[in-house]
């Protein structure tokens, strides 16, 4: 079945410090790979995407992910976190034979100043 | 575009009532995805159409849920009778086509409460 995974319900990290937000799928076919963030009281908010092409991705306010298929990963990465950053982060796959977007159970991102 | 609106915001319901939250999506976008939010289950996918044509309708959790979408401008998901177990935060979201792999943008939600 077609599933992504987020493994870690919260992540904290110290204000300046590199993140990584982690993300596996497991889909048939090709998977188009995306992160979105939330702030509270807010919509999903569309950060990347990976659909073909180079493996690390750059995206909006910094972040950047990794496609690896050997690991069926596409971690989100930051070198310096903000305390701004804190919010949910979702990752979220869709497969190439469907049209549907599935997402994971979310990580909650705490930055400490 | 303003992006997807989504309305009421906020709606308090008495169970067995009737509930119906819209979305506008945005204009141009073929796509348009209906999602439920909560704590236990996180963000599940309920329906979505494509031209306006539901395409897969299987996580609707039971028959009363109901969603159309009668052009393309418009849709609703509509739950008769409410329950409390229903209580959520209802996203609509849209997309410019599957064709190009396009992300989805979301709407504010919905936050439904039935007492």
């Known amino acids: 079945a077609q599933s992504v995974a987020q493994p870690e319900d919260q992540v904290n990290v110290a204000e300046g410090n590199p993140l990584t937000v982690k993300c596996t799928y497991s889909?048939?076919?090709?998977?188009?790979l995306f992160w979105y963030v939330q702030y509270p009281n807010r919509g999903l908010q569309f950060l990347l995407k990976?659909?073909?092409?180079?493996?690390l991705v750059k995206g909006s306010y910094g972040f950047e992910a990794e496609f690896n298929k050997s690991q069926t990963s596409f971690h989100l990465k930051k070198p310096s976190a903000l305390v701004s950053d804190s919010a949910l982060y979702f990752c979220a796959v869709e497969w190439s034979s469907a049209s549907k977007i599935i997402f994971g159970s979310g990580t909650r991102l705490s930055i400490r100043p | 575009d303003a992006g997807v609106i989504q309305s009421p915001r906020h709606e308090v319901t008495e169970m067995g009532q009737e509930v119906t939250l819209r979305c506008k999506p945005i204009?141009?976008?073929?796509?348009l995805f209906w999602y439920r939010q909560t704590m236990m289950r996180g963000l599940e996918l309920l329906i979505y159409?494509?031209?306006?044509?539901?395409?897969?309708d299987s996580g609707m959790p039971e028959d009363r849920f109901s969603a159309k979408m009668p052009n393309a401008s418009f849709s609703t998901l509509k739950i008769q009778p409410s329950e409390p177990r229903d209580s959520a935060v209802y996203f609509c979201a849209s997309s410019l086509g599957r064709r190009i792999n396009t992300e989805a943008f979301f709407g504010q939600g919905t936050r439904l409460t039935v007492v």
């Open positions: 159409f494509n031209n306006n044509v539901p395409i897969d």
């Open positions: 990976y659909i073909t092409g180079d493996n």
């Open positions: 889909v048939s076919g090709n998977p188009y």
């Open positions: 204009s141009g976008h073929d796509y």
